[in-house]
């Protein structure tokens, strides 16, 4: 009986913690549907640097990838601000917690991991101001606000 209890129990702690016996099993991906709020920071590049702020990301993830929209609020390059910026979310992967996306399109990508309700990570983008092309590079970070684990903040859910 002991060594009926013993290996019940053995086998519980496996299938409880997932285990295989292999041990590379894949892992769940993390989830990242619902609000986020975003900032992106420190965009240097040759002769420019930029910010954006006020950002908002809307995400719906289904097996591995995502989609959703984003808006910024004030995206200021050298001094000079720009009006509120809207748009799709492109090209989101996930694994594990890694991921990446694209703002509009593969100019702006985002790549970094997602930890709960905090995700951040690098950013690197190119654009045209004044028809001379920049390419910037810095961090990003956001936290969600409404779905997941959190509760409603700034924006209403």
């Given at each position: 009986m002991r060594k009926i209890l013993g290996w019940l129990s053995s086998l519980a702690v496996l299938v409880g913690c997932g285990a295989d016996g292999g041990g590379d099993g894949p892992s769940a991906s993390a989830n990242v549907t619902g609000s986020w709020n975003a900032i992106w920071q420190s965009m240097n590049g040759p002769d420019i640097s930029c910010s954006a702020e006020g950002g908002r990301l809307?995400?719906?993830?289904?097996?591995?990838?995502?989609?959703?929209?984003?808006?910024?609020?004030?995206?200021?390059?050298?001094?000079?601000?720009?009006?509120?910026?809207?748009?799709?979310?492109?090209?989101?992967?996930?694994?594990?917690?890694?991921?990446?996306?694209?703002?509009?399109?593969?100019?702006?990508?985002?790549?970094?991991?997602v930890t709960g309700d905090d995700m951040s990570g690098s950013a690197t983008w190119t654009f045209s101001i004044d028809g001379i092309s920049h390419t910037v590079t810095g961090t990003w970070s956001a936290f969600r606000t409404c779905g997941g684990t959190a509760a409603a903040s700034a924006f209403s859910c």
């Open positions: 809307e995400l719906n993830q289904s097996t591995g990838r995502f989609t959703g929209t984003y808006r910024v609020q004030r995206l200021t390059c050298n001094g000079r601000s720009s009006s509120v910026s809207t748009g799709a979310v492109l090209n989101g992967t996930i694994q594990g917690n890694q991921l990446a996306f694209d703002l509009n399109d593969a100019a702006f990508h985002q790549s970094g991991t």
